[in-house]
Each structure stands twice: as structure tokens, then as C-alpha cells.
């Protein structure tokens, strides 16, 4: 799996798939990611640097994810 470039993303992705939450790539040129929700259907698209601030503030799973489309 690519990441960014960004040093404050390294350990984003492992530690997502740690919780067991599937993501992968979504568009490189704008740096988004698909988050796979509960749902067959459901998932959602973050940029890098959502992921970024949820890290920042401890809201780095699915509940914070979620958040995001509020």
C-alpha cells in the first residue's frame, strides 16, 4: 500500500488495519483514502490530512471517521 509523503502519516495505515478497519487508496492525486464502513455498502472517502488531525486529536478509528461526514 502507497503513503504519502508527509512524515506526520507514517503509522496512519498500520494502525487503522490494526484496529481491523480496511482502507486503501481512493485517488493518488488528491491524496484520499476509502475507508470501508460496517455496511456491504458503506464506507467513506477522507483525504490524508483528515486522517492526519484525527490521529492528532486520539480519534483515529471508525467512530472518528464518521465524524468527519457531520
Known amino acids: ?3 504519502t ?3 506526520n502519516f507514517a ?4 494502525e487503522l488495519e490494526g ?8 485517488n493518488e492525486f ?7 464502513g460496517e455496511g ?3 464506507g467513506y472517502v ?6 492526519i488531525e484525527l490521529k492528532r486529536v486520539n480519534k ?4 472518528g471517521i464518521k465524524s468527519l461526514g457531520k
Request: net charge neutral.
Open 19 to 26: 484496529q481491523g478497519i480496511s482502507i486503501k487508496r481512493h
Open 11 to 14: 503509522g496512519i495505515l498500520e
Open 5 to 7: 509523503s508527509n512524515p
Open 60 to 63: 483515529l478509528n471508525l467512530y
Open 1 to 3: 500500500m502507497t503513503t
Open 40 to 42: 456491504i455498502f458503506l
Open 46 to 51: 477522507v483525504t490524508s490530512d483528515e486522517l
Open 30 to 36: 488528491n491524496q484520499t483514502w476509502f475507508v470501508r
